[in-house]
């Protein structure tokens, strides 16, 4: 009769359990938007429901450049505009990191900025990525905090 108490209370309070992200990361990759609009719309509902304040975060390689002429301090009003049509009434914030590996750019916004979360795009997966692993893989091994990975 105990472990039907017990259930009763758990069940009772499971909003409770439920843990609330006060900062939420979204890493995109500016060259293909497409991909992350189903992590920014997981993003902006978990913000929704928890009062979340939301960061996204793009990494360019600091040298070639994505796309030839420019360079990545170029990218940053690409990067405005683009929240400018997500923002929808949320808080969010963006930023450009520029060169080092995409998932340590990640983990080091992690670190820095408090994240609670990480709502990542994945892509499928290409042979390559067996080989040396995918950023959002690298990320989930090393976030200090949760990561939640959109396919």
């Known amino acids: 009769m105990r472990p039907l108490t017990i259930s009763r209370k758990l069940a009772a309070n499971r909003t409770e359990m439920r843990p609330m992200y006060k900062h939420i990361l979204v890493p995109i990759d500016l060259s293909d938007i497409g991909a992350a609009e189903q992590s920014i719309n997981v993003a902006k509902h978990i913000a929704r429901r ?6 996204v975060i793009s990494i360019v390689p600091a040298w070639p450049p994505l796309e030839l002429g420019k360079v990545p301090r170029d990218y940053q009003p690409d990067l405005d505009a683009y929240i400018d049509t997500i923002r929808e009434g949320f808080d969010i914030k963006g930023e450009i990191k520029v060169g080092g590996s995409i998932s340590g750019r990640i983990i080091e916004a992690i670190e820095s900025s408090k994240v609670d979360l990480v709502v990542m795009a994945s892509h499928d997966p290409r042979i390559t990525d ?15 905090c949760s990561v939640l990975v959109v396919r």
């Not at 040396?132 to 200090?144: E, F, R």
């Open 130 to 144: 067996y080989l040396i692993g995918s950023n959002a893989a690298h990320v989930v091994l090393h976030a200090p």
């Open 50 to 55: 928890d009062g979340s304040r939301i960061s």
